[in-house]
């Protein structure tokens, strides 16, 4: 069956990583077709918005969305991608390719994903200033008097419900099941007891339902030293919002680049799929920018789409360009452009 994928390229250099991974993708033949709405600036001067009708009506329509990095008017596709759509589950893989540029000096056997709550906690962005809360006259637990006395400032609410933690730690029993069988859980709950220890409560409660699945849980301090000085030892890591936006990118430092981080975001009855290394403004138009993240993300796609075949393919290809090593881009230490390493991957599969 015919699957309809649309494509949001990003900005910066964004795009030239996406194009490549687009006419590779293409060159399958596995039955997809690409739809590219307008969204952004180009939108904007043409029809009056970011993030027109049309545009919404076209990822309404398609199986998936392919996006590229943003980090300006076409955040508005990306808002509606996640909240409109209700993608609740970012997931972050992290696995070490043989030929990387590590800066760890055994990076071998990586190979663990962060599942992070992609929708609550501080992310629901209600902030304002502290004098808003006087009428509430509430008191900090730490700091024993109310908290609108603290000075001139500002505030931002955590929101953390049972539903949100549920369903997320469901999806990643799920995951687990299909990988190690292993689900470690890092909140702050010595700290923040009702909001980060309710997340580890409803968390403990779902993984009870998986006799299948080991579970242990850590302070989220504690688990980054741990993801340091041992990575190997994870398999599925559930958090909530902030920690694994935070951790995630800390994970991508532990391969050797943001642009080997590929990511996934998931809701019950959609999914997107875009790189976690940025916009790279910095070096837009030299053609250098590491596409392997939109690759890698690309082969999620792909296992989304009921194609996993194709989707191990792709991976298989990545991992044999690394080992080669001979066609790798500048931030692991080669001289290749960005269509050369996506060539190279090309002629692998």
Known sequence: MLKT????????????????TVELLQ????????????????????EGSPFPDAA??????ADATLFGSTSGLSGAALMYLRWGKQTYANVRPCQHLPGCASPLARPEGIDFVIVRENLEDLYVGCEGPLEDLAPLGLTGRTIRRPVHELGAGKYAIKAITRVGVERVTRFACELARQRRGQL???????????????????????????PDVAFDAFIVDDFACRMIREPQRFDVVVMPNLYGDILSD???????????????CYGDDYAYFEPAHGTAPDIAGQHIINPTATLLSAALMLDYLELPEAGARLREAVRRVYAQGDALTPDQGGRATTEDLCGAVAAAL
């Open 56 to 61: 919404r009506a076209t990822i309404d329509a």
């Open 5 to 20: 994928i649309a494509v949001i390229e990003g900005d910066d250099a964004a795009p030239e990583a996406m194009r490549p």
């Open 184 to 210: 470690t859980c890092a909140t702050k709950h010595n700290m923040l007891r009702d909001t980060d220890g309710f997340f580890l409560e409803v968390a403990r409660e779902v993984a009870a339902d998986y």
């Open 250 to 264: 800390a994970a991508g430092g532990l391969l050797g680049s943001l642009g080997l981080a590929p990511s996934a």
């Open 27 to 46: 060159s399958l033949n596995l039955g997809l077709e690409f739809q590219h709405p307008q969204v952004g600036e180009a939108a904007l001067a043409a």
